[in-house]
């Protein structure tokens, strides 16, 4: 297929080394997941119901009333990977711990998204197969593209291409894998929120970057939801204006809450918040391990954490295209909290998720 990647247009930038303080723990294959950390607590203002003006008449309206827009990822199935690591933990436990191999498969039931990044040895091979086993089975996949220079500010998650040229040969073998068929992207978890470690030049160079990466992953069949953090992150207006600078209008909407544990109520208010002042984009939320909340700030596994609803491409909210399981469940944030190094599977901390799941139907006593 013809190449139609602005990316190829970008100026190789050269991006300061260094680490910011809420550093996300490396993947260690595809399916591996990240943790931001917390920057600072925003208290989401509830504006819901506020009256507006019609700019010809002066009639105030009660924005209640306004009907929302059709969700545009209604009727979606998203994939289910048979192979998954829950899949094989609830097969291992089968005979031997049948109560806990149940659990295990509550986790595989539910599709995950696919990580890439550095680890993914052949992106275009890789997700071309994923792609296809999505379609026979009448499923669409979500990705999570990550390997943006300078990520994670050198922290536990660093790593990346080396500079802007590499990312942009890398996003296309990405975008030439999807081949046109739907999908969904998460793009580069932490990049707008972590630039600790970037002068005005390597800022501008990553904002390029994911207008670009947006631009020919939309070109190729997905759509794209920019990452921007978490709701006690960072303050509406700010997270509104990266999302803006980083082209936001081009993409489906952004992403909240990847990887972490803030709870659906507040994550939803701060959602609605950053929509408004970001145009009207819409959003999804990962909501892999916030069913009981976050623990204070601690973001690398936590423990007494639980899975939170599963995924579903038609929720009821206005503005938010789906609940996704981003973050695999189970899946370690790092060495800390008796966890095994970042993206190792974890059974213990995966049968404790979902063990606690308070929509688990009749969930067996801990």
Not at 50 to 55: E, P
Not at 125 to 140: I, M
Not at 181 to 201: G, K, Q
Request: some cysteine.
């Amino acid at each position: 297929m013809p190449v139609l990647s602005p990316l190829s247009t970008l100026t190789v930038l050269t991006l300061l080394a260094g680490c910011g303080p809420h550093a996300t723990p490396m993947p260690s294959d595809p399916g591996s997941a990240t943790g931001p950390g917390s920057a600072m607590d925003s208290a989401p203002v509830d504006t819901a119901g506020d009256a507006v003006a019609d700019a010809s008449t002066g009639t105030a309206h009660d924005t209640a009333s306004v009907q929302p827009e059709p969700d545009p990822l209604a009727g979606w199935t998203l994939h289910v990977d048979p192979a998954s690591r829950a899949a094989q933990q609830a097969t291992a436990w089968r005979a031997s711990r049948p109560a806990d191999a149940a659990r295990m498969d509550v986790l595989a039931a539910q599709p995950t998204a696919t990580w890439l990044g550095g680890w993914t040895r052949d992106p275009e091979g890789t997700v071309a197969a994923r792609q296809a086993a999505a379609a026979a089975a009448g499923q669409r996949t979500v990705y999570v593209v990550y390997n943006i220079p300078q990520r994670d500010c050198g922290g536990q998650s660093a790593g990346g291409t080396g500079n802007a040229a590499e990312y942009a040969a890398w996003v296309e073998s990405v975008a030439r894998g999807l081949g046109g068929h739907p999908s969904i992207v998460i793009l580069e978890p932490d990049a707008l929120t972590l630039t600790s470690c970037l002068d005005a030049a390597g800022r501008a160079g990553r904002l390029a970057m994911i207008r670009a990466a947006t631009e020919r992953l939309s070109q190729a069949g997905a759509r794209v939801y920019v990452d921007v953090g978490h709701s006690a992150w960072l303050p509406v207006a700010d997270a509104a204006a990266q999302l803006r600078e980083a082209g936001v209008d081009a993409a489906a909407g952004f992403a909240l809450n990847v990887s972490n544990f803030r709870d659906d109520a507040e994550t939803l208010a701060y959602a609605a918040q950053v929509s408004a002042a970001a145009g009207g984009a819409r959003f999804v939320l990962d909501t892999s391990r916030n069913g009981l909340g976050p623990k204070g700030s601690e973001w690398c596994n936590p423990p007494g954490r639980a899975v939170g609803l599963p995924p579903d491409t038609d929720p009821p909210e206005a503005g938010l295209d789906a609940r996704l399981w981003v973050k695999v469940p189970g899946e370690s944030d790092g060495a800390c909290n008796g966890g095994p190094p970042a993206g190792t599977w974890w059974p213990d901390y995966a049968l404790g998720l979902v063990q606690r799941a308070t929509w688990v139907a009749a969930r067996p006593s801990r």
